[in-house]
């Protein structure tokens, strides 16, 4: 497998194009939102006789109306045609929402600006489903996360470049609301170029029958992806994530105002680290996940949110300033750097928890109905916006600082995550998996795009320690059925999350033939629904490190189902302080080391016919070498 870097995708036509074209929306989005809100607060006289207030509140909310009341359309839409063509003619339509701002700006026109912030707000709403549904057609899924990556650092480095600009140009008066009208107009041309490059890409349905009743369509659509749990779940992840955001992000003007006293350049600075946080975090889980997506990620980024929400409270009560400061003099003011800190980290393990969730369903999803199950969670993520702002208003009325409404959201995410997670037992078991092979060991995987991405095959591996089913895990890219002698099922700690992982025990049939039977059943069922279950053909550990004697049951349970064989084999876990190695106990705890080298070698299919229990066992020793 190459390990090029994902930035190496920024070279190429089936990607770069894509990206820029999504970059450059994100920038002319917010430019154009950020500039009229600090128009409309700072010089709202000229423009208007509604209190700021209202219309700094209502600017935000007709930009998300638009994804309740379309997004179950604008799935169908780009389901249904095809998505290079459909994506030039949505930044055509950006080049005249923004002309027809042009026009509001230099006559002072209000209303043709409202407009112009609903528009775009459709304009997101038909861009989104096709931006996260054209990556999986155009990557390879050991591409996804790394793409996911670059483009949400792409999104949140254009939402921030767009907000700052926005905030800095239109201070300048009529030159500055001149330059605004000039610049969005020059952005929505530049998309649209970049989207002539963009490669044919098909559409997944085309002879899809558009229904425009939105309320219906969006009932089916999540009833559709109730229907798969795991991208469900991590659907209402997702959306999770922008209520914990929206909560966080939406009290940082007044919190820079009055906790920090700071002026606005305190409020850009804590949004500018916040969003360098996010993009920093995006590309750093390619390099976390091994090139694969790796959902143990997420429990790690939720584990984050909430150690460095909480400790934002505890920094923002040490916060020694109290003189009216800008951001260099916040910066030096007793406290300061710990509260950075944990506004950057936030963004960073929000990073970690958002691109294995959208990569994740991309791959789990259905292709024909990718875009529709974006576009519900699209509305998903609105409504939980709308939400976090309902519980702000109602925390903040109980009389709750903005500290406290920030310890208040993190203990919150805490507590979702354990429910989701209990709800979803793949993301926890994935996480201890991830921790293992990146604290514990160090593991090498050859060939491990040899594990099939989809359909049944059994999976043979040599049986060293207690931990083999794990390192296993952690190298496969979807989940898989163990099978295992009944009394390591039945270990207290790693019990559980054998359970968890609907593992399936077996035992000899002298000692339980009803057991071994009923293995065998399962097994089967697990087969013929197109799912990977792997078997230690040796029946047990091995107490020498040498590989036993493969059982007759392996053959069994192929000529029974008649799937392909992946060979494996464990090297380094032998003398491991969880194998069955007759050396001193102490010893094996020291001698490997804190980061012992493990790797983890994959050998090619072996066909049905061919997988006899001498023929496996000769490819596992083939496969192990000389190294135990």
């Avoid at 920024?10 to 990206?19: H, I, S, V």
């Avoid at 030096?332 to 960073?348: E, H, P």
Wanted: proline share 5%.
């Amino acid at each position: 497998m190459s390990q090029a870097s994902q930035f190496a995708l920024l070279k190429q036509r089936r990607f770069a194009p894509f990206f820029w074209t999504q970059f450059l929306g994100a920038f002319n989005d917010n430019l154009f939102k950020t500039a009229l809100i600090v128009v409309l607060t700072f010089d709202a006289v000229s423009w208007t006789t509604l209190s700021p207030s209202l219309v700094t509140n209502l600017i935000p909310g007709l930009f998300i109306l638009p994804y309740v009341l379309f997004s179950a359309t604008s799935g169908q839409i780009a389901e249904k045609f095809e998505k290079a063509q459909l994506v030039r003619l949505i930044k055509w339509a950006e080049i005249v929402i923004m002309g027809i701002a042009a026009v509001g700006w230099l006559t002072h026109t209000l209303w043709l600006l409202i407009f112009a912030v609903f528009a775009m707000g459709t304009h997101s709403t038909l861009f989104g489903p096709v931006k996260y549904s054209y990556m999986p057609q155009q990557l390879k899924p050991e591409e996804l996360t790394g793409g996911n990556g670059v483009v949400e650092m792409g999104t949140f480095v254009g939402i921030l470049l767009g907000q700052v600009f926005g905030d800095v140009v239109v201070m300048h008066g009529s030159l500055g609301i001149t330059f605004v009208a000039a610049v969005t107009i020059g952005l929505a041309v530049m998309g649209l170029l970049a989207s002539y490059r963009i490669p044919v890409t098909p559409a997944p349905a085309p002879d899809l029958k558009i229904a425009w009743n939105p309320v219906t369509e969006t009932v089916r659509n999540l009833k559709h992806s109730a229907g798969n749990r795991t991208v469900f779940l991590s659907m209402l992840g997702n959306s999770w994530f922008w209520f914990y955001g929206a909560m966080i992000l939406a009290q940082f003007p007044v919190y820079a105002s009055t906790w920090l006293h700071g002026d606005h350049t305190v409020f850009v600075l804590l949004l500018t680290v916040f969003s360098l946080g996010i993009g920093a975090g995006s590309l750093l889980c390619e390099r976390l996940s091994g090139r694969k997506v790796e959902i143990g990620l997420v429990p790690f980024g939720s584990i984050g949110l909430t150690v460095f929400g909480i400790d934002l409270y505890f920094a923002s009560r040490g916060y020694g300033g109290t003189a009216a400061v800008d951001a260099f003099g916040m910066l030096a003011q007793t406290g300061a750097w710990r509260i950075v800190f944990d506004v950057v980290m936030i963004g960073v393990f929000g990073g970690f928890f958002i691109v294995p969730l959208f990569a994740l369903i991309q791959l789990r999803c259905a292709p024909a109905h990718l875009s529709r199950t974006i576009a519900g969670m699209n509305i998903l993520n609105a409504l939980f916006m709308v939400a976090a702002a309902g519980v702000a208003i109602l925390l903040l009325g109980q009389g709750l600082t903005i500290p406290e409404l920030f310890l208040a959201t993190a203990i919150l995410n805490g507590i979702v995550a354990v429910y989701i997670f209990s709800l979803v037992p793949e993301f926890l078991l994935r996480f201890l998996a991830w921790l293992l092979i990146h604290t514990v060991h160090k593991v090498k995987v050859t060939e491990g795009e040899r594990i099939p991405a989809e359909g049944a095959a059994v999976i043979v591996c040599n049986h060293v320690s207690y931990v083999d089913a794990i390192v296993i895990m952690a190298a496969s890219p979807r989940p898989i059925r163990f099978v295992m002698d009944h009394r390591i099922f039945k270990t207290p700690v790693l019990g559980w999350i054998f359970r968890t992982a609907k593992a399936i025990p077996i035992a000899p049939a002298k000692e339980d033939p009803w057991l071994l039977e009923k293995a065998y059943v399962d097994i089967a069922h697990a087969l013929h629904d197109g799912e990977l279950v792997c078997v230690f053909p040796e029946g047990r550990l091995t107490t020498t490190g040498d590989v036993n004697e493969f059982k007759g049951g392996i053959a069994k349970i192929v000529e029974r189902s008649q799937v392909p064989v992946i060979p494996m084999a464990l090297r380094g876990l032998w003398g491991h302080l969880l194998s069955r190695s007759d050396t001193n106990l102490f010893e094996r705890a020291f001698r490997k080391g804190l980061r012992s080298r493990l790797a983890l070698a994959v050998g090619l299919p072996v066909s049905p016919a061919a997988a006899t229990p001498e023929r496996l066992q000769q490819e596992v020793l083939a496969l192990r070498g000389d190294w135990k």
